[in-house]
């Protein structure tokens, strides 16, 4: 059954949660209830007076077509009745571009930002339906409406009258409004969080007396890890487990509770967590499997649980999944088989298995963690919940994510751009592969993936991509324990010549350089390393190094003003334990503001020491590229005019009249690009040989003629004939090409380049830039970015890779203007983000000219895009 694309769930300043739908007839008499429910003041300010409370009041309000009529409801479950509690709704005025905008909320309920949610989403929908603007009457002592308007982010101009503000809200989402909309997401999500990661007082439904049942087991690991809190079993019996006093219901748990851990058979979850919803459980973790990830029905059960939940303004970790460990309250609600050792770093795992590998392995390098949540199933608390709460958590410093999935990338990204500038985000994603591609017939669609998508989202959110297991966890310990590395350039000490040369290629591979030493450290270094000895970097003590001698030797090398970093290796030698080059390497570098790598090659290292010298290197190469990521500008919204939304959104919704899935034809393209201020080359449409030889001379020799075929590889189907210098070689470039065909003016010289938009499934637009023509596939080169495309972003994509070279003039070549491609990038971001039925937009070539820029070939397809699955808006 398809889901209304109505029904939303917000979250609410306290961490509630509600459910927003539109009203149907069976509300009529709720809606009722919630009008006759509030004050004659309430009631005043809503309605500028007090209406007869009949049932024609909430029949208006009934079934909104969308396109004159807008309404939404609020409702909680509660005594297990669900009742309306807030409504909003819309009605164009006689200016289709506005549409007047009025709310209700429970008198017990004001507060909690319901209005200002109800505002966003109603105006989301509105835009969609081509309303720009809300208008509102409002009576001057309605302070609280007043503070809806004003605090939601949309711009306001006010209108006075002795009696009513009269307000109108544009309501485009600009970068200010999505700040606001921001701060509200993170506030909520923190507040629901809280109960998790700091209960009081926790239930373990199912949590039997039976040694190794799961529910037992957790309840033991609870108790064993000394939770701060009270803590409850609960099983069909009501036997005590671990010593503690057992209850057979949750309603006879004396007291509140905080969080509830289900762990029972997933055909009875249901009725479990409606019990522990109606004793005023806000944060439910269910360990059970049997959901989604057990096929169609699993994901109709998850999906009614998560109803249930929201129902009640909780919130959801799993299904399917390990549990929660926090140390803030000594918390190990899970069935880990070890408790977890103590320390700052917040881990979020899609898979538990792997989560307790990784757990393992850092545990055997001494890393603590502040936390450890197993996300399951993700139908509610997911990553991107855990990076909001995680930016607030004194007591972590570094984030670990194992990812399988993305639910919101978008937010993903904005919420980790955020974090990584404060606290290093290093994440693994699994399950890139071509099961996501989509049809691509454009080059630009062709060149672009699931993999470009999260490689993009990782680089400009300054998230650090780890593609093992072992990379994950030695990233972790550099950087939650070694200071922050200030360059790339590194000192190698080793007692092993050639383990210091495979060092110093390890070093280069990860973009790391291997300076220089100054003649003053070599001097210092002859002065107390063995004659025969290498005092160039890498620097060689010989295998008979002794651990004075590492303590001796590498202050010297930390104190050269062109050295950032040192990665140290020990290979054990006769007569010189591991342990004291250990303790000496971390005498020598006591102080020291730069990060030491002790690379100690034996079956049992320090904490804090790599296992190889390749280790070491890719781990400060990513601390490196870290590093240069947080030195770069946060980036703007690139400021775009002369845009002409509407004719864009009228060309795109006349071609899909034609097919759901459709090539725009060569006049469309053209309008599009021309809506949204993209220069194209000019261009004749004729329609037999004789007409192309006339546009010819209308344009000027040489011209080039092209196939208009919407949609058509011109290149690769023989649809292109260049370089025609006469009205004979124009008609038999014509004729063979065949059909209608394009006249267009040679156009010589400048840089030829590919630009573009492609929709990802998952991740929505991408924007590509790269080397162009024939060769676009075949050299590569495009990168990609997700829209919108920052200065900073559309920056890095001209000046960077192997376009940077082209536009800067190669070998003696004219170069391109810089800005205007720039400009180019900013304007097909933000197509890509007004149009998402745009699936395909592929300029190439384009020519990068030293003065502007010109579109040569463009081919555009448009696909009618699904509506969105999710119900969860932040």
């Known amino acids: 059954m398809e889901r209304d694309p109505h029904v939303l769930d917000v979250i609410l300043r306290d961490g509630s949660t509600l459910r927003l739908r539109p009203p149907e007839q069976d509300d009529a008499s709720e809606l009722l209830e919630l009008f006759k429910g509030l004050s004659l003041e309430s009631l005043h300010l809503r309605f500028h007076g007090v ?298 795992s899609q898979s538990g298995a792997l989560g307790l590998a990784l757990l393992e392995e850092a545990t055997s390098r001494e890393l603590g963690f502040s936390s450890f949540v197993s996300v399951g199933n993700k139908a509610d608390v997911s990553s991107n919940d855990l990076l909001e709460y995680w930016e607030e958590d004194a007591g972590t410093s570094v984030v670990l994510l194992y990812l399988e999935s993305f639910g919101n990338p978008r937010r993903f990204g904005r919420i980790a751009r955020r974090v990584a500038r404060t606290k290093p985000i290093l994440a693994m994603k699994s399950g890139v592969t071509s099961a996501g591609s989509r049809a691509a017939s454009s080059h630009t669609a062709a060149l672009a993936g699931s ?116 990665i140290v290796i020990f290979v054990p030698a006769a007569r010189v334990e591991i342990e004291d080059v250990a303790a000496a390497i971390a005498r020598a570098g006591s102080g020291s503001q730069k990060p030491i790598l002790p690379v100690l090659m034996a079956a049992k290292r320090a904490p804090g020491s790599f296992a190889y010298p390749e280790s070491a290197a890719r781990a400060l190469g990513s601390a490196a590229e870290r590093a240069e990521w947080l030195r770069r500008p946060l980036g703007a919204a690139l400021e775009i005019e002369s845009v002409d939304s509407h004719a864009g959104a009228a060309i795109v919704s006349t071609a899909l009249d034609r097919s759901d899935d459709v090539w725009l034809e060569p006049g469309e393209v053209r309008g599009l690009l021309a809506a949204y201020g993209i220069r194209m080359v000019d261009e004749i449409t004729a329609l037999d040989p004789d007409l192309a030889a006339s546009a010819a001379t209308d344009l000027g020799f040489p011209v080039v003629v092209k196939t208009a075929e919407a949609g058509a590889h011109k290149t690769e189907t023989g649809g292109v004939a260049l370089d025609l210098a006469d009205e004979s070689a124009v008609r038999e470039a014509a004729t063979k090409i065949g059909g209608p065909v394009l006249v267009q003016p040679m156009i010589s010289g400048g840089v030829e380049l590919l630009a573009g ?70 304007r097909l971001s933000r197509l890509g983000e007004e149009r998402p039925e745009v699936a395909e937009l592929d300029l190439n070539p384009v020519l990068g000219l030293e003065e502007g820029y010109v579109v040569v070939d463009a081919r555009v397809r448009a696909h009618r895009a699904p509506p969105p699955t999710r119900s969860k808006t932040w």
């Open 757 to 826: 938009v492609v929709q990802d499934p998952v991740f929505g637009p991408l924007v590509a830039f790269g080397p162009g023509g024939v060769f676009a596939e075949l050299i590569g080169g495009a990168q990609f970015c997700l829209a919108p495309v920052s200065d900073v972003d559309a920056q890095t994509l001209v000046h960077g890779g192997k376009t940077g070279p082209l536009i800067a003039g190669f070998r003696g070549r004219p170069g391109a203007d810089a800005a205007a491609l720039i400009d180019l990038l900013g």
């Open 51 to 348: 209406p007869a409370l009949t049932p024609e009041l909430a029949e208006r309000i009934l079934e909104p077509d969308w396109l004159d009529r807008g309404a939404l409801i609020g409702t909680l479950t509660e005594a297990e009745r669900s009742r309306v509690v807030a409504v909003a709704t819309y009605d164009r005025l006689r200016d289709p571009t506005k549409a007047e905008v009025s709310f209700a909320v429970a008198d017990e309920l004001q507060g909690r930002g319901i209005g200002t949610r109800l505002l966003e989403q109603l105006a989301a929908i509105a835009s969609t339906n081509g309303i720009e603007r809300f208008v509102a009457v409002v009576l001057p002592e309605n302070g609280a409406m007043l503070r809806v308007f004003s605090d939601a982010g949309f711009e306001v101009v006010r209108a006075l009258d002795p009696e009513t503000y009269e307000l109108e809200l544009a309501i485009a989402a600009t970068d200010t409004y999505r700040a606001r909309v921001d701060e509200r997401d993170h506030a909520g999500v923190v507040a629901s969080l809280r109960p998790f990661f700091e209960p009081s007082s926790v239930a373990v439904l199912g949590a039997s007396p039976r040694p190794g049942t799961i529910g037992g087991e957790l309840f033991r690991n609870i108790v064993a890890g000394g939770f701060t809190g009270d803590a409850y079993p609960v099983n069909r019996s009501g036997e005590p487990v671990a010593g503690i006093e057992g209850y057979s219901s949750i309603e006879d748990v004396p007291g509140p509770i905080d969080l509830a851990v289900v762990c029972l058979p997933a055909a009875v979850v249901l009725e479990a967590s409606e019990a522990a919803l109606a004793k005023g459980v806000r944060a439910l973790c269910v360990i059970s499997a049997g959901f989604a990830e057990a096929g169609p029905e699993g994901a109709d059960l998850q999906e009614r649980l998560l109803t249930l939940i929201r129902a009640h303004g909780a919130r959801l970790l799993g299904p399917n999944c390990l549990g929660i460990s926090s140390r803030a309250v000594s918390l190990n609600a899970t069935f880990a088989p070890d408790a977890f050792p103590p320390g700052s770093i917040g881990f979020s």
């Open 451 to 566: 993999e470009a998508a999260v490689s993009a989202l990782f680089r400009q959110a300054g998230v650090t991509r780890c593609s093992t297991l072992q990379e994950l966890v030695d990233l972790a310990s550099l950087l939650s324990t070694k200071p922050a590395t200030r360059g790339r350039r590194v000192a190698i000490l080793t007692n092993a010549g050639g383990l210091g040369i495979l060092c110093a290629d390890a070093c280069d591979a990860a973009g790391l350089e291997i300076p220089e030493l100054s003649q003053a450290t070599q001097d210092a270094l002859a002065s107390v390393l063995p004659s025969e000895a290498s005092i160039v970097n890498p620097v060689d003590m010989l295998g008979s190094a002794s651990a004075e001698g590492y303590e001796r030797a590498l202050p010297l090398l930390l104190a050269d003003p062109a050295v950032d970093a040192a």
